[in-house]
């Protein structure tokens, strides 16, 4: 049987799968992204592997191993780039992903973090947790509406296009949104905008893929451009946003609030975001239902059969 190294533990159906045609290494006791050591132990060791977020595979580490055993890193998630996907290729190792399996929930997660942060609701739990609410009063604790509001969308893929469809359908609201490639169909009434426009936006969602052409797309300049009542939100990756750009912009007051599900360095989180009331931190929770994971891991398991069964995977990166 080919060997499998899967590098986190996964829902059982999806090993179940996966046991039933590989000889499985799992790292069942372990929640913590490969060590550089193990990275290139993986690559030497293994015919398959199944890595997932912070199993960073640098153009170093394939160096490293300049003739892996591995033929394949079926990556489990979306985003992936921790991945040096021109490395692996010259290396001779396919790359995939499973996209499609994450639309929906991460759209769920965005508007639950506009909701969140607009009408204070973290803060309002953490009031009463800590018995501190007094009741009822006519100026206690007033957010900010969401309904017929204006969103900017920063990325209109599948992701941008279910938050477009979730904040029109939903809650009437005014899209906006700005995409590095035009945009055939974004399937609701929305207009296509440069990202200072839609950083202007009373909400501002970002759904770009991580990656060298994103790093830092939000900096200190673009934050300059929301509005002092501006919201923003980040469900795609951490270092798409300039961390401590957004910090002094919420510090500073020139923007109301923010809602955080990635962060630049996690799982480290800055203790100023952690201090700030009018910020909604999120632990990584963007596809963090059950049917969700089963999905994705059947998705990567899915791409290894194919590899296996010499055909081509459905979703090489």
Same mark, same amino acid.
């Given at each position: 049987m080919p060997t499998l190294l899967i590098t986190r533990l996964l829902p059982p159906r999806v090993l179940d799968v996966a046991r039933s045609r590989f000889d499985v290494t799992l790292r069942a006791e372990e929640n913590r992204v490969l060590s550089p050591d193990e990275l290139r132990a993986s690559l030497r060791d293994f015919d398959y592997v199944l890595p997932t977020l912070g199993d960073r595979y640098s153009a170093q580490v394939f160096a490293d191993v300049p003739h892996p055993r591995a033929r394949m890193l079926a990556n489990?998630?979306?985003?992936?780039?921790?991945?040096?996907?021109a490395a692996a290729r010259a290396a001779g190792v396919i790359v995939t992903n499973t996209p499609g399996a994450v639309t929906d929930a991460t759209a769920d997660i965005a508007m639950m973090l506009i909701l969140m942060t607009a009408r204070r609701a973290g803060e309002g739990e953490r009031l009463l947790r800590a018995g501190r609410w007094e009741g009822w009063g006519p100026t206690q604790m007033l957010g900010a509406p969401v309904?017929?509001?204006?969103?900017?969308?920063?990325?209109?893929?599948?992701?941008g296009k279910a938050i477009a469809r979730r904040c029109h359908a939903g809650f009437g609201m005014e899209v906006v949104y700005a995409n590095r490639s035009p945009v055939e169909d974004p399937g609701v009434p929305a207009r296509a905008v440069g990202l200072t426009e839609a950083m202007a936006a009373d909400y501002v969602v970002v759904a770009v893929p991580g990656g060298a052409a994103t790093h830092h797309l939000i900096d200190a300049v673009a934050l300059a451009a929301m509005p002092p009542h501006g919201i923003f939100v980040n469900i795609s990756r951490g270092d798409v946003v300039d961390e401590a750009a957004l910090v002094a912009a919420l510090a500073e007051g020139r923007i109301a609030g923010a809602? @955080?599900?990635?962060? #630049?360095?996690?799982?480290?989180? %800055?203790?100023? @975001?952690?201090?700030? #009331?009018?910020?909604?931190?999120? %632990?990584?929770l963007g596809t963090a239902a059950l049917e969700v994971r089963e999905a994705m891991g059947?998705?990567?398991v899915r791409n290894l059969l194919a590899v296996l069964d010499g055909q081509e995977p459905p979703n090489r990166v």
């Open positions: 489990f998630g979306v985003g992936y780039n921790h991945i040096d996907v309904s017929g509001k204006r969103v900017g969308i920063i990325g209109m893929g599948r992701i809602g @955080l599900d990635v962060y #630049e360095f996690e799982p480290v989180v %800055p203790e100023a @975001l952690k201090a700030m #009331e009018n910020v909604t931190l999120l %632990p990584h059947m998705l990567a």
